[in-house]
């Protein structure tokens, strides 16, 4: 998909629990080279592997080990096309505007500029249609950017969820209403996140603003992107059949993978039955494997079989953390067809979300 060219990146919260995956999968990227790192003023100055709390199975990647790490700011990174984004969510906006505003491609995790009306919300293995935005929001920038722009990956449970949403939509045509109770992995709120006396021989029933999350992320990634008569386009937010969702956000003590219980309502009369359902999804490809990205899924979606599958344990490394694994698809007594989610949310709920992203951006000429 690409030519030899190395593009160089930064991280920004590289110290973080997403900050690390990013330099774990860059480091043995084929051609993003990882070359400027950048953490809190607590991290700045300070040699990588002294500034980390390192959490990864894998050592600290021998190009990272010796890196001064910067403070957050689009001079340190100048020799950087792409910046790669884990940054804590209560610094993330500004610092993120101000890499866009020096020609930057942006990259994010972080919740605060996913509902801005120009700004792509995209899960690299649904909708790589809304990087059409870029023009846009390139444009409406004051002054105008060349190359700068931001794009975030969705909430970590909302990826999860909008993969085999995606596949079911493209085979049977809308969804009408969802309903989703998930049981997520304590990684997901960062290190050193929930204490152990909070978490160990419990469920915590509330995960602050995750449900409005998941309600909301959910419609703008489904949904399309319409134009006006005077070329605006704006994301439609699934206009074409209003879909309702419902999402109750769990914290589970687990480590690493978010597991969800998800029950879906057609549009369409009558409902396809389990065994479709099971072979759409088996048979979904994403547009990020079908563009040659080299960090796509090969196989999106990996439906069990067996009754008690998914896993967190067992299953959170399928492809490397980038596919999504489903089981137990039966039909609903309530809604149409209901089934179990599995998703890594550090890998493909985080990194490889964003990276899969500049992938696809690079593909498309974007970068
Ligand atoms: N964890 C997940 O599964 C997950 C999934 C999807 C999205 N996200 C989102 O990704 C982002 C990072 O999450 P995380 O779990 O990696 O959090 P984390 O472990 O708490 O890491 C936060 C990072 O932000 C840096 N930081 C904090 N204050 C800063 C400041 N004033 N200036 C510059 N850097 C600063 C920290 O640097 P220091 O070490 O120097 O403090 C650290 O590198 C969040 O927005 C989160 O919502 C997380």
């Known amino acids: 998909m690409h030519d030899a060219r190395k593009i160089k990146v930064g991280v ?15 480091s043995e990227h084929p051609f ?7 953490a809190s003023h607590r991290s700045a100055s300070k040699l990588y592997s002294h500034a980390v709390t390192w959490k990864q199975t894998r050592p600290i990647p021998s190009v990272v080990r010796d890196l001064v790490v910067e ?14 984004s884990g ?11 101000a890499f866009r505003s020096a020609e930057f491609a942006v990259f994010s995790n972080a919740k605060n500029h996913r509902r801005d009306p120009n700004v792509p919300l995209v899960v690299p293995l649904v909708n790589s249609s809304h990087f059409a935005m870029i023009p846009q929001q390139r444009a409406l920038h004051s002054p105008p950017l060349q190359k700068g722009f931001i794009v975030t990956n969705a909430n970590c449970s909302t990826t999860g969820v909008v993969v085999p949403l995606a596949a079911l939509e493209r085979a049977f045509g809308p969804i009408e209403s969802c309903m989703i109770t998930t049981m997520q992995a304590i990684s997901g709120a960062g290190y050193p996140g929930v204490s152990s006396f909070d978490i160990l021989d419990n469920v915590v029933p509330y995960i602050g603003g ?8 959910t419609l703008k990634i489904l949904g399309g992107i319409s134009e006006s008569d005077d070329g605006v386009r704006s994301f439609d937010m699934h206009a074409r059949q209003p879909l309702r ?19 879906v309502r057609f549009a369409r009369r009558p409902p396809p039955s ?15 494997w079908t563009a040659s990205c080299p960090s796509a899924p090969r196989h999106t979606i990996f439906v069990h079989e067996e009754p ?60």
């Open 12 to 26: 920004l919260g590289a110290t973080g629990t997403v900050g690390q995956r990013f330099i774990s999968l860059l």
């Open 32 to 38: 993003f080279v990882l070359h400027a790192l950048g």
């Open 71 to 84: 403070e957050c700011k689009p001079e340190c990174f100048a020799e950087c096309e792409v910046i790669f």
């Open 87 to 97: 940054l804590d969510a209560d610094v993330a906006g500004p610092i993120e505007e």
């Open 210 to 217: 995750e449900e409005e999350k998941m309600e909301w992320e």
């Open 245 to 263: 969702v419902s999402a109750q956000c769990n914290r589970v003590p687990v480590i690493e993978g978010h597991t969800e219980c998800v029950s």
């Open 274 to 288: 389990p065994q479709q359902v099971r072979e759409a999804l088996v048979s979904f490809t994403s547009d990020a």
């Open 308 to 367: 008690d599958r998914p896993q967190p344990r067992l299953d959170r490394d399928y492809q490397a953390g980038a596919g999504i694994s489903v089981g137990r698809v039966r039909q609903c007594q309530v809604l149409d067809i209901k089934f179990v989610v599995l998703a890594n949310n550090v890998a493909i709920g985080a990194a490889t979300s964003s990276i899969i992203n500049a992938e696809l951006a690079v593909s498309k000429g974007i970068i």
